[in-house]
Nanobody
């Protein structure tokens, strides 16, 4: 079963940046469509950034222009560069295979907490 290990979260002030990383245990998975998700308190987990097998990317409107998803195939790593962070970005961030229905996925890592507060 593929495993995901997220890291890089922390407490930052509005306008600051963070870089999240996710190491994927299975090499074949890193070549598939991968996504970054987040779950804020009291809300459902949502897909915010995708990178497809072709390398093309896609973002939710809420993060478009501020977040950048990338991958390092040799390191089996998917990254999320987050700039101009806002308090509403506060959430636990996860990576996984890309799907429009996060509730359909049952295998999740521990996530990494991002808190944006002054």
């Amino acid at each position: 079963q593929v495993q995901f290990v997220e890291s890089g979260g922390g407490l930052v002030q509005p306008g600051e940046s963070l870089r999240l990383s996710c190491v994927v245990s299975r090499s074949s998975s890193i070549l598939s469509a991968m996504g970054w998700y987040r779950q804020a308190p009291g809300k459902q987990r949502e897909l915010i950034a995708s990178i497809f097998a072709s390398g093309s990317v896609n973002y939710a409107d809420s993060v478009k222009g501020r977040f950048t998803i990338s991958r390092e195939i040799a390191k089996r790593t998917v990254n999320l560069e987050m700039n101009s962070l806002k308090p509403e970005d506060t959430a636990v961030y996860y990576c996984n295979l890309r799907t429009l229905s996060p509730s359909s996925l049952t295998n999740w890592g521990q996530g990494t907490q991002v808190t944006v507060s002054s």
